[in-house]
């Protein structure tokens, strides 16, 4: 939940209604179906080419099995270093951007400050201080979480007559119509605007293609790499077609998604206050902080991984020095750079990931269970 439910989940479906339209929804289903099978071959090949390290924990991810797998050790050294890149941008920029965007609206906090006091507490926990605060953060993950999907759920019963017309909304703009006061009235660019935001923002969300969850699969506490792509694969499954699905229908059906005045935070206290007031702007926005927060502490972990590979262990501390300073630049940039410089990088970072898969497919549906 730590690194995998985050903005995506609530700023990044924002984001994908106001460039695509209601239809992004159908196209972020459709790439979450796509891409289940291809998360459950980064938790198998994870645990199937995981190595020891000196500490006799389990490393492992695509790095590992690019190379003892596929036998390609300069290609698990680019997926490391597109993979190092994009811990600044999915993991880093966007998440602390968001923070800002949410204590402003949460409590009148300035950016300045929320920054500061994110790059203080994330530098703790990297650097082996207060892990009070990562344990907190983890225990309110699935708590938020919880509250936030609940609260969605909720919002969807009182207004269950609206679900229908919405998805008639979502079909219709998913093969272009529907959306043409946002791409200028061409059906063709109303098509492919719909389906690059749902499937960019889907990847955002749910990370399957990306491959950093292998990272954190190789390190289970099982001995079948089949079992672990089940449990990967479902991850996708309630990161996208549950916690998405929700903040999406909230969104269509309340309309907040065609303000173009707002930002993606703003279109989803505003989508959610629609229902609930007062409640709804509290538990988006302290879900938003949490959710985006432990993406950060998430990330770093991945990222230290990637630098490990590439330049050793003695190297991390450099890493976490550079990690903590990018929180602070990713307050200062403008929100669409960044999440435009992300969802770069996370292409850049499939592709090698994507490929080892594809030449290792046999030995995947050989074991499958």
């Not at 993991?91 to 923070?99: A, D, I, K, T, Y």
């Not at 708590?143 to 919002?155: N, R």
């Not at 502490?297 to 050793?312: A, P």
Request: aromatic content about 12%; charged content about 10%.
């Amino acid at each position: 939940l730590s690194a995998t439910v985050g903005t995506g989940n609530i700023v990044g479906i924002a984001g994908a209604l106001a460039i695509g339209g209601p239809g992004a929804l159908f196209w972020l289903w459709v790439s979450a179906f796509l891409l289940m099978p291809v998360k459950y071959a980064e938790g198998f090949l994870a645990v199937k080419f995981r190595k020891r390290n000196r500490g006799g924990e389990y490393c492992g991810g695509p790095m590992y099995y690019i190379e003892h797998g596929l036998g390609k050790k300069s290609l698990a050294v680019i997926y490391a270093f597109c993979g190092l890149l994009a811990s600044f941008g999915i993991g880093n920029m966007v998440q602390s951007n968001s923070m800002v965007l949410g204590a402003e609206q949460l409590l009148s906090v300035p950016p300045k400050m929320t920054a500061i006091i994110t790059m203080i507490l994330a530098g703790r926990i990297l650097f082996g201080g207060i892990q009070r605060v990562g344990k907190w953060a983890g225990i309110l993950t699935p708590f938020m979480a919880l509250s936030y999907l609940l609260l969605g759920v909720l919002f969807l019963f009182r207004n269950y007559q609206e679900i229908i017309p919405a998805l008639r909304e979502i079909l219709w703009g998913a093969v272009g119509g529907g959306a043409e006061p946002f791409v200028g009235g061409i059906c063709g660019t109303a098509f492919i605007s719909a389906m690059r935001a749902g499937i960019s923002r889907g990847i955002f969300a749910n990370e399957a293609g990306l491959g950093n969850g292998a990272i954190a699969a190789a390190a289970a506490k099982t001995n079948s790499p089949s079992s672990q792509g089940l449990v990967s694969m479902s991850g996708t499954f309630i990161d996208t077609l549950v916690f998405c699905s929700v903040t999406g229908l909230v969104l269509v059906i309340s309309g907040s998604w065609s303000d173009q005045s707002l930002n993606a935070v703003a279109m989803t206290t505003a989508a959610f206050s629609y229902g609930f007031p007062h409640i709804g702007s509290i538990i988006v926005n302290s879900s938003l902080l949490v959710f985006a927060f432990t993406t950060i502490i998430g990330w770093s972990y991945y990222g230290e991984r990637f630098c490990e590979y590439l330049f050793g262990e003695g190297k991390v501390k450099y890493y976490k020095l550079i990690f903590t300073a990018m929180i602070f630049i990713g307050t200062i940039i403008k929100s669409d750079s960044i999440w435009y410089l992300s969802d770069f990088l996370n292409g850049i970072m499939m592709i090698p990931n994507l490929i080892a898969i594809f030449f290792l497919r046999k030995l995947i549906i050989k074991e499958r269970p």
